[in-house]
């Protein structure tokens, strides 16, 4: 599949617009004072199905001919895709089903169910989610609609950027977070085209730090099954994406777990919004790396609000 290019993310968001939200921007004189720079918040956790990944669902699904369209959707995801996917199918009045780790938080899984979406299980390692996604197409004949590696998603994702520059002028920088990579692929091709003096930046956790590895080596490297709090970033580097990251993304930084968690918490308590574990990673980064910020206006994508509230990761 070819690259996509800023004119498929302008596309993306004219088919987009009836169905997802425009998100707002936030600003937060506390985190300026802990940074030394003027942060912009571009909130996702208000999206539709709670997280930025509808952007790119809704693409994909309402770009699909009628004839492929009947024949439903599938795809694998931690959660936010399937849920992002399960919802944009409703819509469509299609079938969708979702292949989810066993290790999913629950209240994701609940919420591809809710949805309408059917799931079905894998062991957690990215080998065994494509490997069963592969038997629920050969069995269902649904169109495959990946998390990341995908022109359409990517495309849909990048309408997020794309939103933030229209919004908030000036940016010295965007950050977000870096999993699969279809984020920021699309962030990187609404920046070159908006503001290319912007530099695009992406946090990863140091757990799970292929995309880190890969820029430093100069070509993708792959992890099958990595152990980190922000369970929405365990994806490997997308090869589409990495065709982005290798020439467009400025430099990718690194969060370790507690760092995750304690900006995760401070979000919670000094902004008063939810946030997940993978949508903190930007702001850790940050915090970890202040002179790296300072006197600099930022934009930051916080990616996604979907919880399991029974389980807060600074609760157990």
Not at 196 to 222: C, F, M, W
Request: negative net charge.
């Amino acid at each position: 599949m070819q690259l996509p290019a800023y004119e498929d993310v302008c596309r993306a968001h004219e088919r987009i617009a009836p169905w997802i939200h425009r998100t707002p921007v936030l600003t937060s004189a506390t985190f300026d004072a802990m940074t030394g720079a003027t942060l912009f918040f571009k909130c996702e956790n208000f999206q539709k199905a709670g997280a930025f990944k509808s952007r790119g669902a809704v693409n994909a699904v309402f770009g699909l001919e009628d004839a492929d369209a009947v024949r439903g959707v599938a795809t694998h995801s931690s959660g936010n895709h399937g849920m992002g996917l399960a919802r944009a199918a409703a819509c469509r009045g299609i079938d969708c089903t979702v292949v989810m780790p066993e290790t999913a938080p629950r209240a994701k899984v609940a919420a591809v169910r809710g949805y309408g979406g059917e799931v079905v299980f894998c062991t957690p390692t990215n080998t065994a989610r494509q490997q069963t996604l592969d038997h629920v197409v050969a069995e269902s004949g649904a169109n495959v609609v990946p998390p990341y590696d995908d022109a359409r998603v990517i495309a849909g994702q990048g309408t997020c950027a794309k939103e933030l520059l229209e919004d908030i002028e000036g940016l010295d920088v965007v950050i977000a977070p870096i999993g699969g990579g279809g984020l920021i692929g699309g962030t990187a091709l609404s920046c070159r085209a908006l503001s290319p003096h912007t530099q695009v930046l992406a946090a990863e956790p140091a757990n799970a730090d292929d995309a880190y590895r890969s820029l430093a080596a100069g070509k993708r490297l792959i992890e099958d099954a990595p152990d980190t709090i922000a369970d929405g970033l365990k994806a490997s580097l997308g090869e589409l994406n990495w065709g982005i990251v290798q020439h467009e993304v400025d430099e990718i930084l690194r969060a370790e777990e507690a760092a995750i968690v304690e900006a995760m918490h401070l979000i919670w308590q000094r902004m008063k919004i939810i946030v997940e574990p993978s949508c903190a990673v930007p702001l850790a980064t940050i915090l970890h790396h202040p002179e790296r910020f300072a006197g600099q206006r930022v934009g930051v994508i916080l990616t996604g609000g979907n919880v399991d509230l029974d389980r807060l990761p600074w609760s157990y």
